[in-house]
T-cell receptor
C-alpha cells in the first residue's frame, strides 16, 4: 500500500520562528489534507490540498503532486501552534479513505 | 466546512462489556463514513469503512466480530466494541466526506473522537 512519511518527527521552535514540515508519499493520490491535532485529540482541518498552493493566515501549504510531496509552512509561530501535525493522503479508487503519516510533533517555546 | 459529531467523548467500561460509539454528520448526508483508531503517541490507523445500507469493509487485521459497525442512515454510523478488554483502550475517531465529484477526492471531516478506557 501507499507509504506516507513526514519529517521531521519532532520540532522545537522559539516563538516567532518559521518552520517547514514535509510530507512524502509513495504513489499518486487524489486527496491530501493537513491536520493539527489539539491536546484533546480533535483533528483540525488545516488544508485540503491535493495540488497547488494555499494560504490561510500564518499557514500555507504547497503540494507538488507530480513529485509526490507536500509542504506545510508555519510563519511567526506561536505557543498555540504546538501539537501534532498530520499529513493524510487519499489513494485513487480506494473508496475515499485516508492514509496518515506518523506526524510531526511541534513544540513552540515562549 | 462540515460538522461531524461523535458521542461520547470519553467512556470507561468494565472488561467484558460492550460499548457503542456514535458518529453523526450534522449538516450533510454521508453515504460513507470511516472509523480510525489511535494509540498514544501514534498515528491514526483506519479500521473500517462504513457504508450506508450495506456491510462495512474492514482493514486487514481488524476483527469484524469485535468491532461491529452499523450505518443505519445517511447521517449516522455506530461502532460497537464488543466484549471489551484493556487492550482495546484507545482513541477512536470517525470521519465523513461531503458529497462531490469525484467523491473520493473530496475533503474529509473528523469527529472529536472518543477516548475508551477498559478497566
Amino acid at each position: 500500500g501507499i507509504q506516507v512519511e513526514q519529517s521531521p518527527p519532532d520540532l522545537i521552535l522559539q516563538e516567532g520562528a518559521n518552520s517547514t514540515l514535509r510530507c512524502n508519499f509513495s504513489d499518486s493520490v487524489n486527496n491530501l489534507q493537513w491536520f493539527h491535532q489539539n491536546p484533546w485529540g480533535q483533528l483540525i482541518n488545516l488544508f485540503y490540498i491535493p495540488s497547488g498552493t494555499k494560504q490561510n493566515g500564518r499557514l500555507s501549504a504547497t503540494t507538488v503532486a507530480t513529485e509526490r510531496y507536500s509542504l506545510l509552512y508555519i510563519s511567526s509561530s506561536q505557543t498555540t501552534d504546538s501539537g501534532v501535525y498530520f499529513c493524510a493522503v487519499g489513494p485513487y479508487n480506494q473508496g475515499g479513505k485516508l492514509i496518515f503519516g506518523q506526524g510531526t510533533e511541534l513544540s513552540v517555546k515562549p | 466546512g462540515a460538522v461531524v459529531s461523535q458521542h461520547p467523548s470519553w467512556v470507561i467500561c468494565k472488561s467484558g462489556t460492550s460499548v457503542k460509539i456514535e458518529c453523526r454528520s450534522l449538516d450533510f448526508q454521508a453515504t460513507t463514513m470511516f472509523w480510525y483508531r489511535q494509540f498514544p503517541k501514534q498515528s491514526l490507523m483506519l479500521m473500517a469503512t462504513s457504508n450506508e445500507g450495506s456491510k462495512a469493509t474492514y482493514e486487514q487485521g481488524v476483527e469484524k466480530d469485535k468491532f461491529l459497525i452499523n450505518h443505519a442512515s445517511l447521517t449516522l454510523s455506530t461502532l460497537t466494541v464488543t466484549s471489551a478488554h484493556p487492550e482495546d483502550s484507545s482513541f477512536y475517531i470517525c470521519s465523513a466526506k461531503k458529497p462531490g465529484h469525484p467523491w473520493d477526492s473530496t475533503e474529509a471531516f473528523f469527529g472529536q473522537g472518543t477516548r475508551l478506557t477498559v478497566v
